[in-house]
Protein backbone atom coordinates (compact mmCIF):
# COMPACT_ATOMS: atom_id res chain seq x y z
CA UNK A 1 0.00 0.00 0.00
CA UNK A 2 1.05 3.25 -0.80
CA UNK A 3 0.22 5.25 2.03
CA UNK A 4 -1.52 8.95 1.86
CA UNK A 5 0.72 10.35 4.00
CA UNK A 6 4.34 9.31 5.63
CA UNK A 7 6.20 10.95 8.68
CA UNK A 8 10.06 11.22 7.93
CA UNK A 9 12.09 11.43 11.41
CA UNK A 10 15.72 11.21 10.38
CA UNK A 11 18.63 11.31 12.90
CA UNK A 12 18.85 15.11 13.30
CA UNK A 13 14.91 14.61 15.53
CA UNK A 14 16.06 11.62 17.04
CA UNK A 15 19.39 13.56 18.44
CA UNK A 16 17.32 16.99 19.02
CA UNK A 17 14.92 14.98 21.62
CA UNK A 18 17.38 12.92 22.88
CA UNK A 19 19.34 16.00 24.44
CA UNK A 20 15.68 17.84 25.33
CA UNK A 21 15.24 14.61 27.45
CA UNK A 22 18.68 14.63 28.85
CA UNK A 23 18.56 18.02 29.77
CA UNK A 24 15.44 17.47 31.99
CA UNK A 25 13.93 20.51 30.58
CA UNK A 26 10.73 19.27 28.78
CA UNK A 27 7.91 21.77 29.89
CA UNK A 28 8.08 25.10 27.24
CA UNK A 29 11.62 26.90 27.82
CA UNK A 30 14.31 27.70 25.63
CA UNK A 31 14.19 24.97 22.81
CA UNK A 32 10.37 26.63 21.79
CA UNK A 33 11.96 29.86 21.91
CA UNK A 34 14.24 29.04 20.00
CA UNK A 35 11.49 27.27 17.38
CA UNK A 36 9.32 31.01 17.47
CA UNK A 37 12.48 32.80 16.68
CA UNK A 38 13.13 30.41 13.87
CA UNK A 39 10.13 30.16 12.00
CA UNK A 40 9.69 33.55 12.52
CA UNK A 41 12.65 34.42 10.56
CA UNK A 42 11.54 31.82 7.74
CA UNK A 43 7.57 33.45 7.60
CA UNK A 44 9.48 37.08 7.71
CA UNK A 45 7.68 38.13 10.58
CA UNK A 46 8.65 40.04 13.19
CA UNK A 47 7.12 37.40 16.21
CA UNK A 48 6.07 33.36 16.54
CA UNK A 49 4.30 32.37 19.56
CA UNK A 50 4.22 28.54 19.54
CA UNK A 51 1.38 25.83 21.22
CA UNK A 52 0.26 22.86 21.09
CA UNK A 53 -1.82 22.11 18.32
CA UNK A 54 -3.02 24.54 15.10
CA UNK A 55 -6.17 24.57 16.73
CA UNK A 56 -4.58 25.94 19.41
CA UNK A 57 -2.68 28.57 17.25
CA UNK A 58 -6.38 29.49 15.92
CA UNK A 59 -8.47 29.55 19.15
CA UNK A 60 -5.78 31.81 20.34
CA UNK A 61 -5.13 34.24 17.32
CA UNK A 62 -9.04 34.58 17.91
CA UNK A 63 -9.02 35.51 21.55
CA UNK A 64 -5.81 37.37 21.05
CA UNK A 65 -7.74 40.03 18.62
CA UNK A 66 -10.61 40.09 21.24
CA UNK A 67 -13.46 37.93 19.25
CA UNK A 68 -16.50 37.51 21.35
CA UNK A 69 -20.05 36.77 22.03
CA UNK A 70 -22.03 38.51 19.30
CA UNK A 71 -19.03 38.79 16.55
CA UNK A 72 -18.80 37.36 13.51
CA UNK A 73 -16.11 35.80 11.22
CA UNK A 74 -15.86 35.26 7.76
CA UNK A 75 -14.50 32.27 6.58
CA UNK A 76 -14.38 29.17 3.78
CA UNK A 77 -17.06 27.15 3.63
CA UNK A 78 -14.92 24.20 2.52
CA UNK A 79 -12.10 23.14 5.13
CA UNK A 80 -10.88 21.40 8.15
CA UNK A 81 -13.44 21.80 11.40
CA UNK A 82 -11.36 23.77 13.72
CA UNK A 83 -10.51 26.58 11.42
CA UNK A 84 -14.94 27.17 12.22
CA UNK A 85 -14.72 25.67 15.71
CA UNK A 86 -12.24 27.88 17.11
CA UNK A 87 -15.22 30.90 16.35
CA UNK A 88 -17.98 29.05 18.45
CA UNK A 89 -14.28 28.94 21.47
CA UNK A 90 -15.01 32.53 20.97
CA UNK A 91 -18.84 32.23 21.47
CA UNK A 92 -18.58 34.17 18.31
CA UNK A 93 -20.41 32.98 14.59
CA UNK A 94 -18.71 31.57 11.79
CA UNK A 95 -20.05 32.96 8.91
CA UNK A 96 -19.39 30.51 6.01
CA UNK A 97 -18.71 31.68 2.23
CA UNK A 98 -18.61 29.52 -1.06
CA UNK A 99 -15.46 28.65 -2.81
CA UNK A 100 -13.92 28.81 -5.81
CA UNK A 101 -14.31 25.53 -7.78
CA UNK A 102 -11.01 25.59 -9.38
CA UNK A 103 -8.51 26.26 -5.93
CA UNK A 104 -11.07 25.15 -3.38
CA UNK A 105 -9.96 28.63 -1.39
CA UNK A 106 -12.92 31.01 -0.23
CA UNK A 107 -14.27 32.93 -3.61
CA UNK A 108 -12.92 36.10 -2.40
CA UNK A 109 -15.49 37.74 -4.53
CA UNK A 110 -18.54 36.29 -2.53
CA UNK A 111 -16.83 37.90 0.93
CA UNK A 112 -18.62 41.53 1.20
CA UNK A 113 -21.73 40.30 0.56
CA UNK A 114 -21.31 38.60 4.37
CA UNK A 115 -20.01 41.32 6.14
CA UNK A 116 -22.61 42.69 8.86
CA UNK A 117 -21.99 45.41 11.44
CA UNK A 118 -20.89 42.59 13.51
CA UNK A 119 -18.00 41.24 11.32
CA UNK A 120 -15.03 41.57 13.31
CA UNK A 121 -12.90 38.90 11.17
CA UNK A 122 -11.97 37.11 7.94
CA UNK A 123 -10.24 33.48 8.32
CA UNK A 124 -9.10 32.51 4.76
CA UNK A 125 -7.59 28.59 4.35
CA UNK A 126 -4.68 27.46 2.04
CA UNK A 127 -6.43 24.66 1.34
CA UNK A 128 -4.30 22.05 0.26
CA UNK A 129 -1.31 24.44 0.13
CA UNK A 130 -2.05 26.97 -1.82
CA UNK A 131 -2.43 30.85 -1.32
CA UNK A 132 -5.75 32.05 -1.46
CA UNK A 133 -6.09 35.62 -3.21
CA UNK A 134 -4.75 37.47 -0.34
CA UNK A 135 -4.57 40.66 -2.22
CA UNK A 136 -8.32 41.02 -2.77
CA UNK A 137 -8.89 39.76 0.51
CA UNK A 138 -6.44 42.55 2.19
CA UNK A 139 -8.55 45.09 0.13
CA UNK A 140 -11.74 44.09 1.58
CA UNK A 141 -10.44 43.84 5.03
CA UNK A 142 -8.61 47.38 5.47
CA UNK A 143 -12.04 49.00 4.00
CA UNK A 144 -14.08 47.56 6.22
CA UNK A 145 -11.63 47.28 9.16
CA UNK A 146 -11.66 43.70 9.42
CA UNK A 147 -8.44 41.05 11.12
CA UNK A 148 -7.39 38.55 8.77
CA UNK A 149 -6.32 35.57 10.09
CA UNK A 150 -4.54 33.07 7.51
CA UNK A 151 -5.03 29.49 8.49
CA UNK A 152 -1.90 28.43 6.89
CA UNK A 153 -2.04 24.72 8.57
CA UNK A 154 -1.76 23.23 5.32
CA UNK A 155 0.90 25.28 4.04
CA UNK A 156 4.27 25.79 5.32
CA UNK A 157 6.59 28.11 3.12
CA UNK A 158 3.82 28.52 0.46
CA UNK A 159 4.03 31.86 -1.17
CA UNK A 160 1.75 34.74 -2.48
CA UNK A 161 3.60 37.54 -4.29
CA UNK A 162 6.91 37.00 -3.02
CA UNK A 163 5.82 36.73 0.67
CA UNK A 164 5.46 33.62 2.15
CA UNK A 165 2.00 33.14 3.56
CA UNK A 166 1.57 33.78 7.18
CA UNK A 167 3.47 37.41 6.77
CA UNK A 168 0.28 39.02 4.94
CA UNK A 169 -2.95 39.08 7.49
CA UNK A 170 -2.72 40.48 10.84
CA UNK A 171 -2.08 36.72 12.04
CA UNK A 172 -1.05 33.61 10.35
CA UNK A 173 -1.62 30.20 12.22
CA UNK A 174 0.18 26.83 11.46
CA UNK A 175 -0.05 23.03 12.25
CA UNK A 176 2.61 20.74 12.90
CA UNK A 177 0.42 17.98 13.49
CA UNK A 178 1.62 14.51 11.96
CA UNK A 179 0.74 14.49 8.59
CA UNK A 180 1.43 18.50 7.64
CA UNK A 181 4.59 20.00 5.96
CA UNK A 182 6.24 20.04 8.54
CA UNK A 183 5.50 18.06 11.83
CA UNK A 184 6.14 17.65 15.90
CA UNK A 185 3.45 15.00 16.60
CA UNK A 186 1.14 17.50 17.74
CA UNK A 187 1.71 21.47 17.36
CA UNK A 188 1.07 24.62 16.10
CA UNK A 189 2.49 28.16 15.54
CA UNK A 190 0.82 31.96 15.12
CA UNK A 191 3.01 34.23 13.09
CA UNK A 192 2.13 38.10 13.44
CA UNK A 193 3.95 41.50 12.89
CA UNK A 194 1.91 43.06 15.66
CA UNK A 195 3.60 43.40 18.70
CA UNK A 196 0.92 43.72 20.99
CA UNK A 197 -1.20 40.95 19.03
CA UNK A 198 1.85 38.71 19.69
CA UNK A 199 2.03 40.14 23.57
CA UNK A 200 -1.68 39.04 23.88
CA UNK A 201 -1.05 35.67 22.37
CA UNK A 202 1.35 34.47 25.00
CA UNK A 203 -0.67 35.38 27.72
CA UNK A 204 -3.59 33.79 26.61
CA UNK A 205 -1.42 30.48 25.80
CA UNK A 206 -0.55 30.02 29.34
CA UNK A 207 -3.71 30.77 31.48
CA UNK A 208 -3.65 34.43 31.11
CA UNK A 209 -1.05 35.20 33.34
CA UNK A 210 0.41 38.10 33.32
CA UNK A 211 3.15 37.60 36.03
CA UNK A 212 3.81 34.92 37.77
CA UNK A 213 0.04 33.75 39.74
CA UNK A 214 -1.48 37.12 38.28
CA UNK A 215 -4.38 36.17 35.88
CA UNK A 216 -5.98 39.31 34.57
CA UNK A 217 -8.00 37.68 31.52
CA UNK A 218 -9.25 34.16 30.83
CA UNK A 219 -6.14 31.87 29.23
CA UNK A 220 -5.19 28.36 28.93
CA UNK A 221 -2.84 25.93 28.81
CA UNK A 222 -1.98 26.13 25.11
CA UNK A 223 2.07 25.66 25.43
CA UNK A 224 4.11 23.46 23.22
CA UNK A 225 6.66 21.51 25.16
CA UNK A 226 10.25 21.70 24.80
CA UNK A 227 10.39 18.13 23.27
CA UNK A 228 8.19 18.92 20.31
CA UNK A 229 9.69 22.42 19.47
CA UNK A 230 13.18 20.14 19.11
CA UNK A 231 11.23 18.21 16.87
CA UNK A 232 10.26 21.36 15.44
CA UNK A 233 13.65 22.95 14.76
CA UNK A 234 15.21 19.98 12.91
CA UNK A 235 12.42 19.48 10.48
CA UNK A 236 11.87 23.17 9.73
CA UNK A 237 15.76 23.07 8.53
CA UNK A 238 14.36 20.49 5.64
CA UNK A 239 10.64 22.38 5.04
CA UNK A 240 12.02 23.40 1.95
CA UNK A 241 13.57 20.10 0.67
CA UNK A 242 10.54 18.37 1.60
CA UNK A 243 8.16 21.05 0.14
CA UNK A 244 10.60 20.71 -3.63
CA UNK A 245 9.54 17.10 -3.28
CA UNK A 246 5.86 17.90 -2.90
CA UNK A 247 6.18 20.03 -5.70
CA UNK A 248 8.13 17.69 -8.29
CA UNK A 249 5.52 15.40 -7.33
CA UNK A 250 2.93 17.30 -8.48
CA UNK A 251 4.66 18.35 -11.50
CA UNK A 252 5.33 14.68 -11.83
CA UNK A 253 1.14 13.97 -11.81
CA UNK A 254 0.56 17.27 -13.68
CA UNK A 255 2.53 16.05 -16.72
CA UNK A 256 1.06 12.75 -16.67
CA UNK A 257 -2.03 11.89 -15.08
CA UNK A 258 -5.55 11.94 -17.43
CA UNK A 259 -7.75 12.91 -14.56
CA UNK A 260 -9.18 16.47 -13.21
CA UNK A 261 -5.98 17.90 -12.29
CA UNK A 262 -5.17 20.60 -9.58
CA UNK A 263 -4.93 24.56 -10.85
CA UNK A 264 -2.31 26.21 -9.52
CA UNK A 265 -2.59 30.26 -9.51
CA UNK A 266 -0.39 31.79 -11.80
CA UNK A 267 2.67 33.83 -9.67
CA UNK A 268 1.64 31.69 -6.61
CA UNK A 269 4.45 28.88 -4.85
CA UNK A 270 1.73 25.82 -3.80
CA UNK A 271 3.44 23.29 -1.67
CA UNK A 272 0.92 20.58 -2.31
CA UNK A 273 0.07 19.46 0.81
CA UNK A 274 -2.15 17.73 -0.53
CA UNK A 275 -2.39 16.76 -4.81
CA UNK A 276 -6.29 16.74 -5.28
CA UNK A 277 -8.26 15.66 -7.93
CA UNK A 278 -11.68 15.23 -8.82
CA UNK A 279 -13.94 12.27 -10.09
CA UNK A 280 -17.53 12.06 -10.98
CA UNK A 281 -17.91 8.54 -9.50
CA UNK A 282 -15.52 9.01 -6.84
CA UNK A 283 -16.95 5.63 -5.30
CA UNK A 284 -16.17 4.08 -8.16
CA UNK A 285 -12.86 5.46 -8.44
CA UNK A 286 -11.55 5.15 -4.82
CA UNK A 287 -11.93 1.23 -4.94
CA UNK A 288 -10.16 1.15 -7.76
CA UNK A 289 -6.96 2.87 -5.81
CA UNK A 290 -7.64 0.83 -2.70
CA UNK A 291 -7.56 -2.61 -4.85
CA UNK A 292 -4.33 -1.27 -5.98
CA UNK A 293 -2.81 -0.56 -3.17
CA UNK A 294 -2.85 3.32 -3.84
CA UNK A 295 -3.70 5.30 -0.58
CA UNK A 296 -6.22 8.56 -1.29
CA UNK A 297 -8.02 11.40 1.21
CA UNK A 298 -11.18 12.46 1.00
CA UNK A 299 -10.81 16.38 2.09
CA UNK A 300 -13.41 17.15 3.01
CA UNK A 301 -16.89 14.92 2.34
CA UNK A 302 -18.87 17.39 4.71
CA UNK A 303 -18.94 21.15 3.62
CA UNK A 304 -18.50 22.86 7.08
CA UNK A 305 -21.95 24.61 7.22
CA UNK A 306 -23.27 21.41 6.62
CA UNK A 307 -21.60 19.82 9.72
CA UNK A 308 -24.67 18.99 12.16
CA UNK A 309 -22.70 21.60 15.26
CA UNK A 310 -22.54 24.87 12.31
CA UNK A 311 -26.00 23.73 10.34
CA UNK A 312 -25.96 27.40 9.36
CA UNK A 313 -28.11 27.20 6.48
CA UNK A 314 -27.65 28.60 3.18
CA UNK A 315 -26.36 27.11 -0.04
CA UNK A 316 -22.93 26.16 -0.79
CA UNK A 317 -23.39 25.05 -4.27
CA UNK A 318 -19.40 24.44 -5.00
CA UNK A 319 -18.09 23.31 -1.81
CA UNK A 320 -21.14 20.85 -2.01
CA UNK A 321 -19.86 19.52 -5.69
CA UNK A 322 -16.73 19.55 -4.30
CA UNK A 323 -17.22 17.30 -0.83
CA UNK A 324 -18.68 14.77 -3.20
CA UNK A 325 -15.77 14.96 -6.16
CA UNK A 326 -12.18 15.39 -4.38
CA UNK A 327 -9.66 13.24 -3.95
CA UNK A 328 -6.08 13.91 -2.63
CA UNK A 329 -3.87 11.14 -3.52
CA UNK A 330 -0.35 10.33 -2.23
CA UNK A 331 1.96 13.50 -2.97
CA UNK A 332 4.12 13.34 0.05
CA UNK A 333 8.08 13.53 -0.14
CA UNK A 334 8.87 10.17 0.71
CA UNK A 335 7.46 8.83 -2.35
CA UNK A 336 9.73 6.60 -4.46
CA UNK A 337 9.80 7.08 -8.53
CA UNK A 338 8.29 3.79 -8.59
CA UNK A 339 5.72 4.85 -6.56
CA UNK A 340 4.64 7.77 -8.11
CA UNK A 341 4.79 5.75 -11.37
CA UNK A 342 2.57 3.43 -10.18
CA UNK A 343 -0.19 6.20 -8.77
CA UNK A 344 -0.18 7.52 -12.54
CA UNK A 345 -0.99 4.00 -13.45
CA UNK A 346 -3.08 3.15 -10.88
CA UNK A 347 -5.16 6.29 -11.98
CA UNK A 348 -4.97 6.42 -15.79
CA UNK A 349 -6.74 2.82 -15.43
CA UNK A 350 -9.40 4.32 -14.31
CA UNK A 351 -12.27 4.96 -17.32
C1 LIG B 1 -4.73 20.63 10.57
C2 LIG B 1 -5.55 21.82 10.40
C3 LIG B 1 -5.97 22.62 11.49
C4 LIG B 1 -5.80 22.21 12.92
O1 LIG B 1 -4.52 21.91 13.30
P1 LIG B 1 -4.26 20.84 14.48
O2 LIG B 1 -2.79 20.97 14.72
O3 LIG B 1 -4.64 19.50 13.95
O4 LIG B 1 -5.06 21.25 15.65
C5 LIG B 1 -6.65 23.79 11.21
N1 LIG B 1 -6.93 24.17 9.95
C6 LIG B 1 -6.58 23.43 8.89
C7 LIG B 1 -6.91 23.91 7.52
C8 LIG B 1 -5.89 22.23 9.07
O5 LIG B 1 -5.55 21.49 8.01
Redesign the pocket.
Known sequence: MIPISKTIMGKEELKAVKEVLESGMLAQGDVVKELEDKFAAYIGVEYAIATN??????HTALAAIGIKNGDEVITTSF??F??ASCVLMQNAKPVFVDIDPRTYNINQSEIEDKISERTKAIIP?H?YGQPCKMKEIMDIAEEHNLNVIE?A??AHGAEYDGKKVGSIGDMG?F???AT?NIITG???VITTNDEKIAERARIIRNHGQMERYIHECLGYNYRMTNIAAAIGLAQLKKLDKLNERRISNARYYDKRLNADKPYVVPGVKHVF?QYTIRAKERDKFSELLEKNGVGYGIYYPVPLPSQPLFNSGGFFRVAEVASKEVVSIPVHPSLSKEEVKEVVEVVNSYE
Not at 53 to 58: D, I, P, Q, V, Y
Open positions: SGTAALSFATVLDAQVSFYKEGGH
